[in-house]
């Protein structure tokens, strides 16, 4: 934990963990590759992109490492939902959650000369809290209706994150955490750890929820054949 580069490297590979799973899914789920499989890539894709850009905080521009990746932070949550919602029927307006991203973005940029503030560190972690909330409603209620050991899986991950992110929401109220010491916070090293537990969790259990989906599908058509099949030989 002495080593500034621990926490700031566990960061970013698990940025690029999640970009590249995000493509290997988003070519292992074949054909359509559209609908909410897709939206859940992009979800995937943004998460990667945010924390790339939260591991370069002091080296690049604020507006990029604070307002940006906090937007699309928050934005790849609510895209993450809005895929899991489509398959449950229940999907948001993509205007509103423009809308929301853009805001937030907003109040950070503008609300927050001094990036540094605490106002603005447990403002961050509230809304982080509030957006894998959601996240973690959405998968548990994919895992009710589907009744799969791998959607509960995913939920598990996405609480897990979620837990964690509560942990370091309270942490930063108290002021025993912030946005800047990533390298020496307690905090940072948490999130960071839990967030390769749910990749695992998340991408896994995605691909063995489009894995059973797939044969019950097949075993579908295989039955309705053979009832075609067993009417016409009458």
Sequence with gaps: MNNPLDIITVFRVSALLFLLLSVMTWMMLGRPRRGASLWWCWGGTLVGVSVWLISLRGQISDVWSYSVAQALF???FLVLSQ???MDLKRTWGWPWLVAVVLAYGAVIELGFADKGAQGL???VRLVNCVGL???TASAWLLARQERSRNAWFMTLGYGLMTASMVLAAVATVRGQANLQTLQNSLVSHLLGGV???TLLLSYLGY?????ERSLRHNMALRQAQWQSQQWHER
């Design 133 to 135: 909330s959601i996240l």
């Design 207 to 211: 691909l063995g929820l489009a894995l």
């Design 195 to 197: 967030a390769f537990l």
């Design 74 to 76: 928050l934005g790849s």
């Design 83 to 85: 895929s899991l919602r």
């Design 121 to 123: 560190a447990v403002l």
